[in-house]
């Protein structure tokens, strides 16, 4: 056995996913899982931080330490529900909470936090965090990663596949049949962020349980074509973005007067019809769309996804492919940190645009 805790939160910040993997013999099979809510205090001042853009040292210092005790105590709390002992886990791999990711400023960089000194500390157990600004050095966008976890356990030698997770933002990796074709993939926009984010506004909920909010709605149709003519849509990979950049505040630039669960119909349409529009130009030949990330559980853009797709492929979720939805990032920061402790390259440069595939991540010995 060979064991690795994948540690990973989201834009929504309600809960830490801590999962244990065995990922002997090239394999990975989830051993157990936990997921560790959010401490609320903790929640609201990340939320602040990130939306105001601006820190000062103490808050900004403490923050990164509360968070990364946070992620320790979902790693324990892991263990020891589990009875699992820590002498055998090689290594946690931690992406940390994005707070800033600005690929595309002079100099670039990305920014998350959760200082895995603490993780290592608090738990004894050796960890990698950090991925992202190794790729970033090296000229590529920092994100996505997951692609090459996804190549690694998703690839097939019959049918071209695209695996599409919808977090806060959605990325997709296009997996050709051809052995011989390179890995493709990046952020195609909004997938959770902007419904979460006016859900927050108008129902005072974190997110739009089942899309059951947007279901009673009403699309506006001259909205979406608005939301539709942003300028990233039109940008050629390798490119990814955050919310730092799709949010409430760039909302506000179109005209909104409908009611609010008719904006939230459309907010879930814009999230179809750009991923759609992501797959059919870039993965043509596409046989399969497996999807994975919190997205794959509402139900109202699920449903849309597959109406707006099913002529062109096969649409499920990841389960099928042996990891449920939920846990597939989990998965792929500990394959990660595995790739890492093997001295083995995390990232893919065609899909993040780095100049060479390199070994990401540091390491905080146990």
């Known amino acids: 056995m060979t064991y690795y805790i994948g540690l990973m939160s989201g834009t929504s910040m309600d809960a830490i996913d801590a999962a244990l993997f065995d990922l002997s013999n090239n394999g990975c099979k989830l051993i157990a899982s936990h997921s560790h809510a959010f401490p609320h205090k903790l929640s609201q001042k990340l939320q602040q931080l990130i939306r105001s853009e ?12 509360e968070l990364g005790r946070s ?4 790693a324990n709390q892991l263990t020891q529900q589990q009875h699992i002992d820590k002498k055998q886990i090689t290594a946690i791999g931690s992406h940390g909470q994005t707070i800033f990711h600005a690929p595309d400023n002079t100099p670039p960089f990305t920014l998350q ?10 738990t004894g157990i050796t960890t990698v965090a950090d991925f992202r600004r190794r790729d970033i050095a090296a000229g590529g966008q920092g994100a996505p990663l997951v692609p090459a976890f996804h190549n690694a356990f998703f690839r097939s030698a019959q049918y071209n596949r695209v695996i599409l997770n919808i977090g806060g933002i959605a990325n997709i990796t296009v997996l050709t049949a051809d052995q ?9 926009g909004p997938g959770n962020c902007l419904l979460d984010d006016w859900s927050q506004q108008h129902l005072n909920l974190p997110y739009d349980k089942n899309g059951s909010w947007a279901a009673a709605g009403s699309l506006n149709e001259k909205l979406l074509q608005q939301l539709l ?15 730092e950049y799709f949010n409430l505040h760039w909302l506000k630039q179109y005209p909104i007067s ?9 907010l879930t349409q814009f999230s179809i019809e750009t991923i759609a529009r992501a797959i059919e130009t870039h993965a043509t030949n596409c046989d399969e ?24 492929a096969k649409i499920t979720t990841t ?11 989990a998965a792929a920061f500990a394959w990660l940190a595995k790739q890492t402790l093997e001295n083995k390259p995390g990232n893919i440069a065609t899909v993040t645009g780095a100049s060479e595939n390199t070994i990401l991540g540091g390491i905080y010995p146990a």
């Open 319 to 329: 389960t099928e492919l042996g990891v449920a939805p939920e846990w597939v990032e």
């Open 289 to 312: 769309v497996y999807i994975c990330g919190g997205g794959a559980f509402n139900t109202y853009l699920m449903q849309g996804l597959e109406g707006r797709l099913e002529r062109r």
């Open 229 to 243: 003519t942003d300028n990233y849509f039109s940008l050629p990979p390798p490119k990814s973005t955050g919310r």
């Open 258 to 266: 409908d009611k609010p669960k008719n904006i939230q119909a459309t």
């Open 180 to 188: 011989s074709q390179a890995i493709s993939g990046f952020d195609t």
């Open 54 to 65: 601006t820190f000062n040292l103490r808050d900004f210092g403490t923050l990164d330490t």
């Open 71 to 74: 992620f320790a105590e979902a």
């Open 113 to 122: 936090i959760g200082d895995p000194n603490c993780i290592s500390q608090f």
